[in-house]
């Protein structure tokens, strides 16, 4: 069996964290994606695209479709990410077949992948999100509960056409994988709650860039501050946090609300006193935030991991976020941080007033935060991706060094 890899994803996923986990072992065969960030980690040169014609690879290769621009003029969503996700799945599959090769992918994107393999080698996917079956019921559960979850409803895992293709694919896509990975013990219950076999999901976290999210001396805010980041949508916990603040109503405490993408309040709740919305802000802005701020609060219903939640830690912000999420996979509970049940107001509340009467405390925490936010490198996650893959170590160079290392081997 080719001990190779076809690997696929659309767009510049984790910083192409996936294709340079097996490209460091020397096992990558083909990197498919829609699109290439210039510039990019990987620094593929040479023919890219549909002009290049397949011939026994020797060296990683790269399949760049470039038509995520014309579909999107000529194409509206749905039928735009369905076209994508179908026509990245046909080229991956197809270059699998071709050389004989083991094959990775994302979630939602698996369906149009894993199907199209004939050849006998491992077909690996990794779980993004949690499995879409069980959010769907989480999701319609809620709605029937508060008339703001009704807005869960614009989530793609109730908004998409039951009938369609991509749905039912993506619905089931587990059952065609040989290996599956998934960034959080949260994801990999889903998965199990969903019928998937255990055994074949392996967990493996990802990692952060502590040189960019790092500590930095400022001067802390006069005030209380916690800080929300994300869309301010309902997933993302945004109701039982404005519900928290409105009843606690802290003294000299204030709410900040950063972060791009659509927002579920609208007209349905006024935000409470002593809040601020600044919006989009940069990952500079960001890093000098959660250097000044108290605590990061994202009370989500659902995250496949909560990556920020590792950066806040790695900068040295405590964070109160999701039990269903990575945080409880990273920290110890009240030494950088604190889970709470999703919805669970009064947990919520509960943890805000401790944090808010014990702001000496919280500063304490930081470097136990940043701490354990250095176990979580990016390399290590490329390792921990090559282990649940089977991939065996080999003479190519890890780290920085790795990525000359393939830009040279694909001329």
Known sequence: MNSKWVVSHCGSRD???????????????????????????????????E????????????????VSMLASLVLRPPRRDQFLQDRLGEV????????????????YYGWSTLPRVRSAGQRGLFQIHPEPTVLRRRYTELSRTDARYMALGKELELAADSNSASTRGWFSEWHNASVLIAASNYTKRTLVQAGCDGVKIHVVPYGVDSEVFRPIKLAPLDEFTVLFV????????????????????????HL?????????????????????????????????????????AVPSIAEGFGHVYLESLAVGCPVVGSTHSALPD?????????????????ALCDRLLWCHKNRDKLREMRSAARERALLYSWANFRAGVRNALGIPPSSAPSGQNALSYVNRTTH
């Open 256 to 296: 900040v609300f950063v972060g791009r993408g659509r927002s579920d309040l609208g007209g349905c709740q006024a935000l409470p006193e002593r809040t601020e919305e600044r919006g989009a802000i940069t990952r500079h802005e960001l890093v000098h935030l959660l250097n000044q701020v108290d605590l990061l």
């Open 330 to 346: 990273i920290i110890t509970e009240g030494r950088e941080g604190f889970c709470v049940e999703p919805g669970d107001l009064n």
């Open 230 to 253: 994300g869309s301010r949508i309902a997933r993302k916990g945004i109701f039982t946090l404005l519900d928290a603040w409105e009843r606690l109503r802290l003294p000299h405490a």
């Open 15 to 49: 910083s192409y964290q996936l294709p340079l986990a097996i490209a460091e072992a020397d096992a990558l065969c083909c990197f498919v994606t829609d699109w290439l960030r210039t510039p990019n980690p990987l620094k593929f040169d040479g023919t890219k695209g």
């Open 51 to 66: 002009r290049r014609r397949p011939q026994q690879p020797v060296r990683p290769r790269l399949k760049e479709l470039r």
């Open 92 to 107: 991956a599959a197809a270059q699998a077949n071709a050389y004989g090769c083991n094959v990775l992918t994302t979630s």
